[in-house]
């Protein structure tokens, strides 16, 4: 039987990925719901072709849009409780969670709640919430599985290996656009620029993330989540090809790695179809084409956010939660051109030294953390 999927974030990078995904495994897949924020006419292409039976959007006037095109059967839901009443439902047996940001907390422990194993592309959700939500994975009996490059790599490495045996995971990142600049010339560097990334597409804010190496830093708090390693055991290595996605260390010495193009086709399919290995469309990896594989270390002095994030994970309780929304509200002000580059770990410490951690908290001492730090920096930068 064909399994029930809904996909948050459908227009976005991870969420067409995915539908292409979908669209080369014909009958393994059933799109029971897409959930958007404002793109009216993707969704309505994805709608003509997918037909769901129901999709959430962000936007009341983009539902109401959505509404006017000839989908009689289609039920639309609008406001803030919509992706969580549509992963609930009967007929989904799997989420794809790849909103942006905090706003993917919520719907996640709805469908971990619902019984539902979720594919994790939003990252957001276990930086801000991973104590809640891995306690609901295990409460509930659901998989959770990684979506993000990095993440999937690791979770491939470790397949057959046992808990005990792991010693530390190894994040590789390509480092970004300002691998090599200068911290002088980081002061100067446009919106622009800082889209610029050397191997991946992919949406405004990762990218932006990913050029500050907050993007690892988020990783690095993911990955303490997902495979119960401590901060100490997370090393982060550039690697500029991104050929090498992610290693493991066993105890004995052993190194594992996945390599593959960079392409997050490949997995996406691997969560969608775990424990599974299909084709995929994805080009084939030639070592020889490639021709060599570099790493450095990541530089904390140019690129601090991933500093605070270790701090933050360290630190524990609600301070990824600060860090994550203050980066948030930081990197918005910096693509509306109201700050620059190098003030995003500015206002993230800011926020970081400001705030009065609770150290096991519950959903709502999570949420009231996340309002508070977004409170402070909006007044911050209005000021």
């Known amino acids: 039987m064909a399994v029930g999927i809904v996909i948050l974030g459908s227009t976005g990078s991870i969420g067409t990925q995915c539908l292409d995904v979908i669209r080369r495994l014909p009958g393994r897949f059933r799109v029971v719901g897409l959930a958007a924020g404002s793109n009216v006419g993707l969704l309505a292409k994805q709608v003509e072709e ?20 000839s989908f009689p059967d289609l039920e639309i839901l609008t406001g803030p409780k919509a992706m969580e009443e549509m992963v609930r439902r009967e007929d989904v047996d799997l989420v794809l969670n790849a909103v942006v940001g905090a706003a993917g907390i919520l719907p996640t422990l709805a469908a971990i709640e619902a019984g539902k194993d979720v594919a994790l592309a939003n990252k957001e959700t276990l930086v801000a919430a991973g104590s809640v939500v891995m306690e609901a994975v295990k409460e509930h009996n659901v998989r959770l599985l990684p979506v993000d490059s990095e993440h999937s790599a690791i979770f491939q490495c470790l397949q057959g290996v046992g ?9 590789t990142a390509s480092g970004g656009p300002f691998r090599e600049s200068p911290k002088e010339e980081l002061e100067r560097v446009t919106v622009e620029e800082a889209l610029a990334h050397p191997t991946w597409n992919m949406g405004g804010k990762i990218t932006i993330d990913s050029a500050t190496l907050m993007n690892k830093g988020l990783e690095v708090i993911e990955a303490h989540w997902l495979f119960q390693v401590p901060p100490e055991r997370i090393e982060v290595v550039i690697h500029p090809q991104s050929i090498i996605h992610s290693l493991v260390e066993l105890t004995d010495g052993s190194v594992i790695a996945q390599l593959g193009v960079a392409d997050m086709r490949l997995p996406i ?4 179809t775990f424990p599974e290995r299909l084709e995929s469309p994805v080009e084939r990896l030639s070592l020889t084409d490639v021709g060599r594989l570099d790493f450095e270390a990541p530089d ?25 929304a203050a980066n948030e509200v930081a990197v918005e002000a910096f693509m509306q051109g109201r700050i620059g580059f190098t003030d995003i770990p500015r206002l993230i410490q800011a ?7 609770v150290m096991k908290p519950d959903l709502e001492d999570i949420l009231a953390a996340d309002a508070e730090s977004r409170e402070y920096l909006v007044k911050l930068l209005g000021s």
């Not at 769901?52 to 095109?69: D, F, H, I, N, T």
């Not at 399919?269 to 969608?272: D, H, I, K, R, V």
Request: glycine share 6%; proline share 5%.
């Open 50 to 69: 997918f037909r769901p039976k129901v999709v959430s959007l962000a936007s009341s006037v983009a539902a109401q849009r959505l509404g006017e095109c």
């Open 163 to 171: 808990d005990r045996d792991l010693h530390k995971v190894i994040l």
């Open 269 to 272: 399919q691997y969560a969608l």
């Open 300 to 324: 904390v002095d140019r690129f601090p956010c991933l500093r605070l994030a270790y701090e933050a994970l360290v630190a524990g309780g609600t301070f990824p939660t600060v860090l994550n």
């Open 351 to 357: 926020a970081l030294e400001r705030h009065r951690g």
